[in-house]
């Protein structure tokens, strides 16, 4: 199967600061999704991106998927960003990275 | 629209007890999967299934079993737990292949 890794794998961040994640995939994929995984352990969908860029407010994403990555950018970032960031790719039978916990202190 | 709802919450088992983890998506969606997530990593896919009377194996699939029936049902068993099954368990769903996936808040399961 695709392998997804994510890095880095622990980010502790002052609250106002910017970030970016990054994720790396073995094979081309037709699907790319971004997930936040909140301290309740709900999964919430942040981003559909198999290629190019997209925003939702103080997130935004970008996949280059001829060179096999994504990257997750929060910005400003807030106490209530802090969980785990999960990238999966390829369709309905997502294969998901290892996550990457953010910690924002206020 | 309730969206998948997985049920129950929580769950405490003995090795060897059997259990059916319910999944139910009011959305009418086709596709329908479930996944295990365990301490430090990502979701890993147990099984699938791309409409009614079709599953099919993921990743993880030894020791779980599934059916089928109807667009909005899409139950896991586990026939005889064991404790490496202990874990968080996740269903989701999606309209089509290239739409993103609607998960549910998840089992959290424990095998004693």
């Known amino acids: 199967g695709i392998q997804v890794e994510q890095s880095p794998p622990d980010l502790i961040l002052q609250e106002g600061a910017n970030s970016t994640l990054r994720c790396n995939f073995s094979?081309?994929?037709?699907?790319l999704q971004w997930f936040h995984q909140n301290p309740w352990g709900q999964l919430i969908n942040l981003f559909y991106?198999?290629?190019g860029t997209k925003q939702n407010g103080r997130l935004s994403a970008t996949t280059v998927a001829t060179e096999r990555y994504s990257l997750l950018y929060i910005s400003s970032s807030q106490t209530t960003d802090s969980g785990v960031y999960f990238c999966?790719?390829?369709?309905?039978?997502?294969?998901f990275g290892a996550g990457t916990t953010v910690t924002v202190r206020a | 629209n309730a969206g998948v709802t997985q049920t129950p919450k929580f769950q405490v088992l003995k090795t060897g007890q059997s259990m059916t983890l319910q999944c139910a998506q009011d959305?009418?969606?086709?596709?329908m999967s479930w996944y295990r997530q365990d301490p430090g990593m990502g979701l890993r896919l147990i099984h699938y299934?791309?409409?009614?009377?079709?599953?099919d194996q993921g990743e993880v699939p030894n020791g779980y079993n599934v059916s089928r029936s109807t667009t909005e049902d899409f139950p896991l068993r586990l026939l005889s737990a064991a404790p490496s099954q202990t874990s968080v368990y996740f269903c989701?769903?999606?309209?089509?292949?290239?739409?993103?996936?609607?998960f549910g808040d998840g089992t959290r399961l424990s095998i004693l």
């Open positions: 991106i198999p290629s």
């Open positions: 299934s791309v409409g009614a009377g079709i599953t």
């Open positions: 959305m009418n969606h086709e596709y």
């Open positions: 094979d081309s994929v037709n699907n």
């Open positions: 999966a790719v390829d369709d309905y039978k997502l294969s």
């Open positions: 989701a769903s999606s309209p089509d292949r290239a739409t993103p996936q609607h």
